[in-house]
């Protein structure tokens, strides 16, 4: 794989110092596998991989771009805990899981998603909720990071003007409120845990599966 392949995203150099910060908190005692929907161009999920050597990492996308992205930095970073890039639209119903070279469907201890939520359809929301109640083992974290909205006000001007960019872009894009993620996260068996406010008017949300038998 070419190292011309890699992409480099400005967002990767300012966010990722405070999202190991969150994910160190949250993920101290996660062992097993993690699955990351939306790796982008795979420098965030290199990271994680050296920040956190006991846990297998499955980076996945749906751009082809981003695919041989990540598959240039994972080469580069030789990280034996760092699986190969798969395909995955979590706005599918299947997620094609526990096929050959494909993440297990045995269950994750936990999924990441960053940035994708208001730059992809709400279906895509629905289908990683969907996604993360089926797939997570109970207890298991479903962490999310990006521009969302509380209360249904924006946190900033900035972010109300990137909303209007957004959905003129894209109708069926634009930042969500934390309100719709968490009542979406209930609909599948998901409990949002925290809320933590993050640089640049961006968001971590943490939600668990909540063991069978539990509300």
């Known amino acids: 794989m070419s190292a011309n392949a890699r992409l480099d995203s400005p967002s990767y150099h300012e966010n990722i110092t405070p999202i190991l910060g969150v994910l160190r908190d949250a993920h101290a005692d996660v062992s097993g596998h993690v699955l990351e929907v939306g790796s982008g161009t795979g420098q965030h999920v290199v ?3 050296r920040a956190f050597p006991g846990i ?3 980076p996945t996308d749906v751009d082809p771009h981003h695919l041989s992205s990540i598959a240039a ?3 580069s970073a030789s990280l034996p805990n760092l699986k190969a890039p798969v395909r995955l639209d979590a706005g599918q119903a299947d997620w094609g899981l526990g096929q050959s070279d494909r993440p297990p469907a045995d269950g994750f201890a936990a999924m990441v998603c960053i940035n994708v939520t208001h730059i992809s359809p709400w279906a895509t929301a629905e289908g990683l909720m969907r996604g993360a ?5 109970p207890g298991g974290l479903l962490y999310l990071y990006g521009p969302y909205s509380r209360d249904r006000t924006h946190t900033a001007p900035s972010n109300q ?3 209007q960019y957004l959905r003129a872009q894209n109708p069926d894009w634009g930042v969500r409120d934390i309100a719709d993620i968490e009542t979406l996260g209930r609909e599948h068996g998901l409990s949002l845990q925290s809320v933590i406010d993050m640089p640049v008017n961006n968001f971590s949300i943490i939600l668990e599966r909540v063991p069978d038998g539990e509300s």
């Open 73 to 75: 930095w994972r080469e």
């Open 56 to 58: 297998t990492w499955w």
């Open 161 to 163: 003007r990137f909303d």
């Open 47 to 49: 990271d994680f991989a």
């Open 133 to 137: 109640g089926q797939y997570l083992t």
